[in-house]
């Protein structure tokens, strides 16, 4: 998919590190992700990229390097309200509805609150008939509806998912992973997602990095070129080789296994 | 912070403004007044009766003044708006005057409204204290902070303060009634009112009538005052003089004006009366008859010298000015 | 029908929450009754009578101290809040303006009355002043909790759209921290209106305060006990109007606190010891410098030179010094014992209450009745019952700590994990065992918050009780001193005082500092 690389720039890291006192979260680490594709972050648990995704949001400082997103730095970007991130906890103000959630953050980035576009994003994540409820009676996978509203809501040029369909079960999360991603995708934001599901991986992405235990490094960068729309596809050779391939090189970053050493 | 910058003129113009809300007052005439404030030693009752008389029918006014009549309290020492300045005049006593000028005030005694101090030692009939020999192998109900009062008595007396046992207590006649205590230090016009107004019969041996010289409920006002203000003085203690004559006169309507003029106070018109009668033995004499309300002379003075000294308290006859007093009773 | 089935029948006729009042009117109209003399119990009777007969004295003196009490509710808890904002803030002043506000605090009302009184001429600006005094605290550190416990996620989605502090506090943290605001607004009701009271002390024409002096004096124990209720009556109200309106404008409970302020003391002793220092030596300076301001006479405004020269360097310093331990030891030695069987009390009732949930019903409303009378209304009834020697003044510490104490204990107690509870039922652990090893150590972090929260109030508790009723200690001495204008010997017992009970506030803070990081180490950062 071409893009505009004003509205959807590519973003370069270069000998990024990060460390939280004596724990290496990010040892340098060179990295770009190209503008307008979705690329998927996988690795074991604690591996770092979440902590990446952090800092290209510019939530935690770099300890040396450093991240570009088209020409500008991660806290220029934001001061814009340039980029917009969804956390495994959907993060709803118990107290604000779920129109007053997606508003607060059009009243964040600065911009005018807009009652019917946010209605319109709340109809597209299908919360119709929910606008008005507070989180505290939306279901889990409508919260995360919701959350993903507030997300696009300001038009983001970059987008920031940390395993945002990690918390719901297996069936609404399906759901989930059908219904949202093509919103996303149609406006070719630039984005980030950081995924435990190797599916969720293939079937979200154009491309996958897959991480080794912490500190974090790529041990795989693999191209999805599937075509479009991935839902049904799940069960073709080639969805199935991809996935076994991120399988694959995920087992390997986890060191020697019996199989890798079979293969040998 | 507006109310550390509470200057003398924002006072005076906070009383200028309470006249104002008096001006709708029948009485109240266009003249200019000079406003005043004088702080009372505690909460409003027919104790300050004579006062309240004076502003009511406008003998104040009279002398061109705008009194207006601060209330003590527990929590209010008298001391501090008079050396401020916020007010012209306290109602205080010899003994915290003398203490006061022992930390520096510059305050003078200007006129005496109780001549005869109104400690009492209150006992019941049963049980009857009538002379302070009486007190020992007693219990006595009072402040531990009166421990000097009940020591100078003693020693007046040649009583022996060991023989009596001192229990603290609130100052209340409940310890007495209940039987914790066989007698109390208190007022002459407050407790055994109190009791009396409740049914239960009470003696009380007054302090002054055995050697307990000092001055109570004494007029006490800065020496810049005395020097700089003397119109206003003499105003103010002309109009207190002719008011507690008027008291003199008819208690009994004092405290009746007293209970209307202070519904909010939950004042017991009984009580009220039966305090203004008590009192008038205390505040009016021969001295006072012949020479007029408030007087005191070189020998009360040094009565009250000597009683100072066994309270500790060692002042001269320097803390007492008649001066103000000789100019109203010589018109 | 089996005794279990009457009661369970008995609590479908009465209401459970009309149990509670109905029986504390039973045994207040029996100990009236039961007690001999006429001056010592009004029973619930006789004081309808009375406040029928003078309605009218009453709805005024309440009216008057109710304004002056609204106001200075409105101003402290409004200070509270600005305050705590501004530690927000300004993180790294968070100590200072922390230490200072408890120090503040913790200035006894016998000796702050009469410079008040001084500073604002007549009128009503103390009764407010000392009514904003007595709230702003248990608001402000409430708030600040409140302020700070928000996910690290929602700071974050502020964050994540380029907005900064301002921002988190206006759009999040302000709201999150509502239930705590509450909860503090709770606590200050009674307090403004004791404030109020105490502030007509230094002299006024009208109030509760005032009818509360007549009273005592006249020996009126119709008018005492009717005061003590009106007073109680309005406190309740006022709790319960504040839960009322919190319930129906919040969609959680107000929380009972439990994180401890970071005031002062750090990990290290060191810099515990450094942020007292720095609190101390500004303290000095702000005392110093509204004493300038203000241009108070000398003759009883003292500044710290002058406190100084009292206590050390001066003529007489020694036997000033003597003076001051002396009434130091008489006053602990009822603060102490008070202070720690209101915490026992209060613990062991909310132990017992949590073994049989039935009783909370009685005890509930005769804990907040309790804790509700405004103490200087209580002081008289109390002196009445036990007596004016340092057991007095220990009951009525102990009666200004207990209250609190249930209360976070009840809660610390129902807040054992239930999958832990159920781990527990699964080896067949009865409800004792359960308590000891599951509920017991839940409830440690609430005992400790309530302990560290109660030192002000037993201090205040103890010097008003002085004060007013058995004339010993501190609290007798700052009055003594300030009828003798004595006010070297005010000044330094005021200092004396606030700086104690400061330090205690401070030790206690570190014990319970050590306790949450072993039972709630959720809590303790």
Sequence with gaps: MPADPRIAPDIVCKGLAKRFGDVVAVDPLDVTFR???????????????????????????????????????????????????????????????????????????????????????????????????????????????????????????????????????????????????????????????VTHSVTEAVLLSQRVLVFSPRPARIVADIAIDLPDPRPGQETTPAFIDLAEQVSAALIGGEGPSPRRLAAQ | MTQFGLTRRHVLGAGIATVGAFAALPRARAQAQTPLRMQLSWLHSVQFGGSYIAQDQGLWEAEGLSVMLDPGGPNAPVEPPVVSGQALVGISAADYTAAAVAQGAPFKILGVAMQKNPFVITSLPANPVNEPADLVGKRIGMALANTPVLQALCT????????????????????????????????????????????????????????????????IATEDSIANRRAELVGLMRGETRGWDIYRQDTDAAADMTVARFPDLGLDPEVQRLQAARQVPLMFSDLT?????????????????ETLALLGQTVTADLWDRSILEEVHAS | MTPTAAAGAMRMRVPRLALGPIMVLVAWQGLAVAVPGDFLVAGPWEVAGHLWQNAGLYFRALQTTLAAAATGFLIGNLLAVALAALALLLPRAEALIAGLALLVFCLPLVATGPILRVLYGPGTGPQVTLAALAVYYTTFVPVLVGLRATPAAWLDLVRSYGRGRFAMLWHIRARAALPYLVAGLQIAAPAAFLGAMVGEFTGAERGMGILTLQAMRGLDTEATWTLATVAAAVSIAAHGGIGWLARHALSEPPPVLLAPPQTGSGPGLWSGLRGILVVGVVAIALWWALLQIAGLNPFFAKGPGDVWAFLVSGPGADENRATLLAALAETTGALGPGYFAGMAMGAALAVVVTLAPALSAVVMPVAIALRAVPIVTTVPLLVLVVGRGPVGSAALVAVMVFFPTLVACLYGLQRAP???????????????????????????????????????????????VEWLATGRGLGALMAVSASLSDYGTLWSATVLTAVLAALVYGIVARIERRVLAVFASEQAQ
């Design chain 3, 418 to 464: 239930g999958q832990v509870l159920d781990v527990m039922a699964s080896y067949g652990a009865g409800r004792g065992k359960a308590l000891l090893y599951a509920r017991l150590p839940a409830m440690l972090p609430a005992f400790f918050a309530a302990a560290r929260m109660a030192v002000p109030a037993a201090v205040l508790a103890v010097t008003v």
């Design chain 2, 156 to 219: 007046l007396n040649g009583v022996d303060i060991d023989g009596i046992e001192i229990v603290p207590t609130q100052y209340s006649a409940e310890p007495l009634i209940a039987g914790e205590v066989d007698c109390l230090l208190n007022w002459e016009t407050d407790l055994p009112v109190a009791m009396a107004v409740q049914g239960v019969d009470s003696v009380t041996m007054l302090m002054a009538d055995h050697g307990y010289a000092l001055h109570s409920q004494t007029y």
């Design chain 1, 35 to 193: 503008g307008g594709q979705t690329t998927a972050l996988v690795g074991p648990s604690g591996c770092g990229k979440s902590t990446l995704l952090r800092l290209v949001a510019g939530l935690e400082r770099p300890d040396a390097g450093s991240i570009r997103i088209g020409d500008d730095t991660p806290d220029a970007v934001r001061a814009q309200a340039g980029l917009a991130i969804a956390f495994q906890d959907p993060s709803l103000l118990p107290w604000r509805t779920a129109r007053g959630n997606v508003a607060l953050a059009q009243r964040l980035a600065g911009q005018r609150v807009d009652a019917a576009a946010i209605d319109a994003m709340l109809d597209l994540v299908g919360l119709d008939g929910f606008f008005d409820a507070r989180p505290g009676a939306l279901s889990g996978g409508m919260r995360q509806r919701a959350a993903i509203a507030r997300c696009l809501i300001t038009q983001p040029r970059l987008l920031l998912l940390d395993e945002p369909f990690g918390a719901v079960d297996e069936l609404t999360r399906r759901k989930l992973s059908e219904d949202l991603p093509p919103i996303w995708q149609a406006r070719g934001t630039t984005t980030l997602l």
């Design chain 2, 289 to 305: 008859d012949e020479h007029g309300f408030g007087w005191f002379t070189e020998d009360t003075v040094a009565a009250n010298i």
